[in-house]
């Protein structure tokens, strides 16, 4: 299954390319970055405060100061590159259509036990791992940004072992089919991801054809019925007084 995502990355990776390649998407990515990691960070804090290991309170701690540093990396390049070129730019698609690298936004803390929340980190930083190592690759046009991939990259290595290996402490047994149900639970996150993205486009083309081949006709009816009616008053019917505002 990794080997699968990193052929789709590989893939992907004239998307990635085409992402990183103007100006304005690549300043939009980092800042997204940083507000992922932020958020990432801030949550795996609460982590630290909740779990009653001691050991992982201090590697969650850690963990948590990497990440507002890596929030903090990105803010401040993305910030930079925006002083650099004040006027927008004119492409197309200025988003990006591909999810972030870190995928710490589904991460939830209350209630999850630790082994849950390990396994969760795991596949997260592994998979963050993967997309940053693209990503230093495709801006190699801009040393400074690259820099910040190849600092974060190390991080996130770190994180991805540390967590296995907490999480192969905490949980001997059964270690692994945590992590596949980890990998199982991202998946369908992405999966519903996409199948919204998918049903706000299908609904929206679906609303449009509607709109243009169901009311046109009735627009037209309508109006052939207005040219058809009299203009201007005319004489009520013999024996109907019944007046039209009342209630009896
Ligand atoms: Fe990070
Ligand atoms: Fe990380």
Known sequence: ????????????????????????RRVRKLLAFAEVEGDGGRDILRAAEVTSDPLLRRLYLEHAIDELHHADLFRQRGTALLQLRPTRSKALFNTSPLPGGHGLDDLAIEGEPDHRL??????????????????????D?????????????????????????????????????????ARANRLWKRY????????????????????????????????????????????????DHDSPTSQY
């Open 118 to 139: 390990l396994a969760f980190l795991h596949v997260a930083e592994k998979a963050a791992a993967g997309r940053f190592e693209i990503y230093r690759e495709v801006v």
């Open 1 to 24: 299954m990794p080997k699968v995502r990193a052929q789709i990355d590989r893939m992907l990776r004239p998307v990635h390319q085409w992402v990183w390649g103007d100006f304005d």
């Open 192 to 239: 519903l991801r996409v199948a919204a993205a998918v049903a706000g486009v299908l609904g929206t083309a679906i609303l449009t054809i509607v709109y243009f081949v169901v009311l046109a006709p009735f627009a037209w009816l309508a109006a052939r019925a207005e040219r058809r009616e009299p203009a201007g008053w005319r004489p009520v019917a013999r024996g």
């Open 141 to 181: 046009d801009d040393p400074p940004t690259r820099a910040i991939f190849e600092e974060i990259l190390r991080d996130e290595v770190f994180h991805m072992n540390y967590t296995y290996t907490q999480l192969t402490r905490v949980l001997p047994r059964s270690y692994r089919r945590q992590v596949w149900q």
